[in-house]
């Protein structure tokens, strides 16, 4: 059978490796309702979520991803959707250095006036290529540990530093990250500094070394993709974004069934079904990859 190439799979010149064009597939490649029902149905399940275990009520899953990927606008739209209408809490823009200077811990409430959610976004500042530059692997570990405070003004030249207080206060396993989440653009991975990646790399082996689930956000697929741009439920179907999760998926390390595409709310006004959806989706997976932690820790 004959398929017209579709939109997003003519190669890009700035994209390397080069991958040759495909069909659109004709069957999904992943399965979504995309119904309003079916977001209702999400929702629902996030708010009444419960960890697997009793002294946790929160679940922390750390954010960690290049400058401008999405981190903040990722929060940002995770508390639209609740909220019911587009936020923007976090800093999030463009710029060549990191928007995110502090630690940031965000909780997520069920309306404006509802109670909060059983998830801590825990926002970082960027990766940067130059050394000595942007997020450093020993604030990662001070991070997931649970030993640094909300507010503390990251210094990429100095990893933080318990002093004696912090250093005395007992840590509990809420206290600690539960997920870790890579923030990657799908229109740049090809595109990916090999110091960047290198820095990835290391990242991704300390956080294994501490037993933490990892997933990958992988935004601005609409941007990556025109088809997907028109409409997000051709993201399964698009051939193109496909080759950006295996490709994503050999250069981070990890399955494609750990990488979940995201749309973040960007210059939108009003929320979209379709947007919510991936979002919610996304957020459904790091609560099942903290409940494997839990299960991890606490064998039956």
Same mark, same amino acid.
């Given at each position: 059978?004959?398929?017209?190439?579709?939109?997003?799979?003519?190669?890009?010149?700035?994209?390397?490796?080069?991958?040759?064009?495909?069909?659109?597939?004709?069957?999904?490649?992943?399965?979504?309702?995309?119904?309003?029902?079916?977001?209702?149905?999400?929702?629902?399940?996030? /708010?009444?979520? !419960?960890? #697997?275990?009793?002294?946790?009520?929160?679940?922390?899953? =750390?954010? $960690?991803?290049? @400058?401008?990927?999405?981190?903040?606008?990722?929060?940002?739209?995770?508390?639209?959707?609740?909220?019911?209408?587009?936020?923007?809490?976090?800093?999030?823009?463009?710029?060549?250095?990191?928007?995110?200077?502090?630690?940031?811990?965000?909780?997520?409430?069920?309306?404006?006036?509802?109670?909060?959610?059983?998830?801590?976004?825990?926002?970082?500042?960027?990766?940067?290529?130059?050394?000595?530059?942007?997020?450093?692997?020993?604030?990662?570990?001070?991070?997931?540990?649970?030993?640094?405070?909300?507010?503390?003004?990251?210094?990429?030249?100095?990893?933080?530093?318990?002093?004696?207080?912090?250093?005395?206060?007992?840590?509990?396993?809420?206290?600690?990250?539960?997920?870790?989440?890579?923030?990657?653009?799908?229109?740049?991975?090809?595109?990916?500094?090999? /110091?960047?990646? !290198?820095? #990835?790399?290391?990242?991704?082996?300390?956080?294994?070394? =501490?037993? $933490?689930?990892? @997933?990958?956000?992988?935004?601005?697929?609409?941007?990556?993709?025109?088809?997907?741009?028109?409409?997000?439920?051709?993201?399964?179907?698009?051939?193109?974004?496909?080759?950006?999760?295996?490709?994503?998926?050999?250069?981070?390390?990890?399955?494609?069934?750990?990488?979940?595409?995201?749309?973040?709310?960007?210059?939108?006004?009003?929320?979209?079904?379709?947007?919510?959806?991936?979002?919610?989706?996304?957020?459904?997976?790091?609560?099942?990859?903290?409940?494997?932690?839990?299960?991890?820790?606490?064998?039956?």
């Amino acid at each position: 059978m004959n398929y017209s190439l579709s939109e997003c799979e003519v190669f890009k010149v700035t994209d390397a490796p080069k991958i040759a064009p495909q069909a659109s597939v004709q069957k999904p490649w992943r399965n979504v309702l995309w119904t309003a029902e079916r977001r209702a149905e999400l929702m629902e399940s996030i /708010k009444t979520y !419960k960890p #697997l275990i009793s002294t946790v009520n929160k679940i922390r899953v =750390l954010l $960690i991803g290049p @400058i401008g990927a999405g981190k903040s606008s990722f929060f940002n739209s995770i508390n639209s959707v609740f909220r019911g209408h587009v936020t923007s809490q976090a800093m999030s823009g463009f710029s060549g250095t990191s928007i995110t200077t502090q630690f940031r811990t965000y909780t997520v409430k069920a309306g404006r006036a509802g109670g909060a959610l059983p998830l801590i976004l825990c926002d970082t500042m960027g990766l940067e290529e130059l050394s000595g530059a942007g997020l450093d692997i020993e604030d990662i570990s001070s991070i997931i540990k649970g030993y640094m405070p909300d507010r503390y003004k990251f210094n990429p030249a100095a990893p933080f530093q318990p002093d004696d207080r912090v250093a005395l206060k007992p840590v509990t396993l809420q206290d600690k990250v539960h997920c870790v989440a890579y923030v990657l653009d799908a229109g740049k991975v090809s595109l990916l500094p090999s /110091k960047v990646e !290198k820095k #990835l790399t290391a990242i991704r082996q300390r956080v294994n070394s =501490l037993g $933490i689930p990892q @997933i990958v956000l992988l935004t601005k697929v609409d941007e990556a993709c025109p088809d997907v741009g028109k409409d997000l439920q051709n993201i399964y179907f698009s051939a193109y974004i496909k080759t950006k999760f295996q490709e994503t998926s050999n250069r981070v390390g990890l399955p494609m069934a750990n990488i979940m595409p995201v749309k973040n709310y960007s210059h939108e006004l009003d929320l979209d079904l379709n947007c919510d959806i991936l979002l919610l989706t996304a957020v459904q997976q790091m609560l099942r990859f903290a409940d494997n932690y839990f299960d991890d820790i606490n064998p039956v």
